[in-house]
Every structure is written in structure tokens, then in C-alpha cells.
């Protein structure tokens, strides 16, 4: 993956978690689960968690 191609993911990654951080956050230990288990998976490429 080129440096261009993870800044991208990246950027949308932390656009789409800005958005919620201005939220009433309902069920943060589920929230907190999503932001890990996305950033693991969208911008790290680790598709499987379990591994």
C-alpha cells in the first residue's frame, strides 16, 4: 500500500470518528469496540481480528 493510499484511509478513518466525537455517545464500551475494531481493519488491513 503506498504512503498516499494509507493517508487516505487514514483521513477517512478520522473524518468519520470526528463526526461521532461530537455525538451523545450511547454504549461507549460498544463505541470504543467499533473504533478499534475499525482501525485495526480499515487502516491497518487486518481484516481478521482473531489472528
Excluded: C, Y
Excluded at 3 to 9: C, K, W
Excluded at 15 to 32: F, N
Aim: glycine share 8%; aromatic share 8%; proline share 2%.
Amino acid at each position: 500500500m503506498s504512503n498516499t493510499t494509507l493517508e487516505h484511509i487514514t483521513q477517512q478513518f478520522v473524518d468519520a470518528w470526528s463526526v461521532r466525537g461530537t455525538q451523545r455517545i450511547v454504549g461507549e464500551k460498544q463505541q470504543t469496540q467499533k473504533f478499534w475494531n475499525g482501525l485495526v481493519r480499515d487502516v491497518l488491513g487486518r481484516p481478521d481480528l482473531e489472528k
